[in-house]
């Protein structure tokens, strides 16, 4: 997770292995079905790799993938990375599935239980807990299959879908990291996005992605049921998530907002401060995007 120290040094990642078949590594979650919904169909010619968000970010991390949908904190942890798309997971408001459950005041929070799947929402709540109360708390982990009830921590970290049905459990504070976020600073919260390697060549790929951003939101609907299924929501929840709680497109705001994030991590030393990176290129017309 974000929360352990990387041994590495920024430039001692391995070279991007050598293959003549493109690996994509993508996201299976909720929050992210709009951005691959052709991904597969688009990227013939490419292996599309499904896990999550952290063990993307390894995957691109050691080589084994090329491009990557991944926690954008980990795209600060090496200078030699760049967004290669406008296609991105953020959002202008609550979120709704990265939830910080706490059984204590924010202030009095001395253990905390972050879910195992998460980086850029782990290094989010580090942020703002040391930034708004001075708190640094003891940081355990929590399974990806694991609740609430299985840890005893102060407080408790969830994302993705087991985030938006909440915990039958009571708390003394229940924080939408989104909400928290942009009534601190007023900007939106860029949660992940795509990430290469500069200098890698990816053809088509950049194009694609954006591609597969825009028949997503243009099938949003269908996405909505078919999630509301899958997660046992009612039609209404699941749609207002992906069209109102979530913002599929990287533009100035978004951009603002990761630079004030990385900065805010990296002085809390969970960050590089070498600024990011984007490839600039043209991208296919776009649906219209839904902002929260």
């Not at 590495?8 to 078949?21: G, I």
């Not at 080589?63 to 795209?75: H, N, Q, Y």
């Not at 708004?132 to 407080?155: I, M, Y």
């Not at 046992?232 to 990761?258: C, H, I, M, P």
């Amino acid at each position: 997770m974000i929360d352990r120290a990387r041994k590495e040094t920024p430039n001692s990642l391995p070279e991007k292995k050598v293959r003549a078949t493109m690996r994509i590594g993508a996201v299976s979650y909720l929050n992210s079905k709009p951005l691959v919904e052709d991904l597969e169909s688009l990227c013939t010619e490419s292996d599309c790799i499904f896990d999550v968000p952290s063990r993307l970010a390894d995957g691109l991390a050691s080589g084994d993938l090329d491009v990557a949908l991944i926690p954008s904190v980990e795209s600060f942890l090496n200078p030699e990375y760049e967004v290669v798309s406008d296609a991105c997971i953020a959002t202008h408001g609550p979120v709704m599935s990265v939830k910080l459950y706490s059984r204590v005041h924010p202030g009095e929070i001395r253990t905390l239980a972050l879910d195992e799947g998460s980086r850029t929402s782990a290094a989010l709540t580090r942020i703002m807990l040391e930034e708004r109360f001075g708190v640094s708390p003891e940081l355990q982990k929590l399974p990806l299959k694991k609740t609430t009830r299985d840890t005893n921590a102060d407080a408790v970290l969830l994302i993705g879908d087991r985030a938006i049905s909440p915990p039958k459990e009571s708390f003394h504070t229940v924080w939408d990291l989104g909400e928290e976020w942009v009534n601190w600073t007023g900007l939106p919260f860029v949660f992940a996005m795509w990430v290469t390697r500069q200098n890698a060549e990816l053809g088509e790929i950049p194009s694609k992605l954006a591609q597969s951003r825009n028949a997503g939101l243009n099938a949003i609907e269908r996405i909505a049921q078919d999630g509301a299924d899958a997660l046992n929501l009612d039609y209404e929840t699941s749609l207002n998530y992906l069209t109102k709680n979530l913002y599929f497109k990287l533009g100035d705001a978004e951009r603002a907002g990761l630079k004030m994030f990385q900065e805010l991590a990296a002085n809390l030393g969970l960050a590089d401060s070498t600024p990011l990176s984007f490839r600039e290129s043209t991208e296919p017309e776009e649906a219209e995007l839904i902002s929260a």
